[in-house]
């Protein structure tokens, strides 16, 4: 009974070892610490509530249907900076500003210059095809700067970072267009007599496309054997310029989607507020993800489940009434535990203290 017993516990401390070692741990534990911590500190945090809106259809709220639809975007986005990071060894610090100049095309579009119009000017359809385009060439402005003028990442994505914003502005006149179709809003709120907010099954739409992508195409493997080794790469004959090229164009392509989200939230925009800081999120969605900001293996899986922990913890903070302004330090006193916690070097450490724990307790066994 007791060798039993014991078997079992050593297979059970060899699964825990495994865990530990995978890169989806560290978000998972994150996941789980906010998790407890909110069911310690206030178990209503969780409670679900099925009841009419203010447009008065029955739809499913709380904070758990909250986070879900407030990481959206930052999901999305996750997905496309997590190519350009393992690719370039880099991030685009741009993606902000780019989401304004994307919301700003879609309200010229659908407005067509007028501040308040009555009807839509063009299909909604165009107008996001036309968010798509120009987001996708913001994209491939960038990538070209990384990818074939060998600029710093961050320094190429420094342009748009300065002058998105006031590009957004510019294509509207300085204006602040208004939507009044109520149909543009379905995007970023509740489609009529689906129960949850629609931006949760974009974001889904979005998880399972890079999900097939990276199955049944070589983008992934591409991809992290040029951040790995760019030279290597080309001489087992990939093109690492075009490669990481591409994935800033991918980037490009989760910004549309995630601008045109953004102002169909509310059917405007705010072109200084617009996405303010969200660059940053990304990026620490991506590093909280366990994956390496100099470029190389990634998990994507990890990416994603890191943006939800970074909503969890915004809105557990927001729950426990933190002052918005104090926000961004609490957020970064959290996540640099987390990403301290999850880099190589600190881990290998723990695994080396764990050895030396074990060789104390069984000092027979490691003899032999």
Known sequence: MKTLEKTGGNKFLAFLKRA???????PLAALLILVL???????SFFAIKYAPNSAGD???????????????????????????????????????????????????VLCGGEVSPATLHAPIIVAFLACVVVSMLLGAFNGALVAYFKIQ?????????????SIAAWINNNQLPVINDESFGWFGNFIPGLPLPTPIFIAAICIIIIA??????KLGLFTQAVGINSESS???????????????????LCVAVAGFIKVSRISSINYSVVAKDIEMDAILAVALGGNALSGG??????????????????????????????????????VIILVVLSAPTVRNKLAALRKKIASRRNPVKEAN
């Open 37 to 43: 911590f909110n069911l310690i500190a206030d178990p």
């Open 20 to 26: 530990v070692r995978n890169q989806i741990f560290i």
């Open 212 to 217: 097939l992508v990276l199955r049944f195409t």
């Open 153 to 165: 990442p961050m320094v190429a994505t420094l342009i748009l970072f300065t002058a998105g914003r």
């Open 297 to 334: 293996k990634f998990n994507m899986a990890s990416s994603i489940l890191g943006a939800y922990v970074i909503q969890f913890l915004t809105t557990t903070l927001y729950k426990f009434q933190v002052a918005p302004t104090a926000l961004p330090a609490y957020k970064a006193v959290v």
């Open 234 to 252: 080309r001489l087992n004959g990939l093109n690492p310029a075009r490669i990481k090229f591409m994935t800033y164009v991918i980037l490009g």
């Open 58 to 108: 029955m739809v499913i709220s709380g904070n758990i249907i909250t986070i879900l639809d407030n990481a959206s975007e930052l999901a999305i986005l996750a997905i496309g900076m997590t190519l350009v990071t393992s690719a370039s060894g880099g991030q685009d610090i741009s993606v902000g500003a780019t989401i304004a100049v994307a919301g700003s095309v879609v309200l010229r």
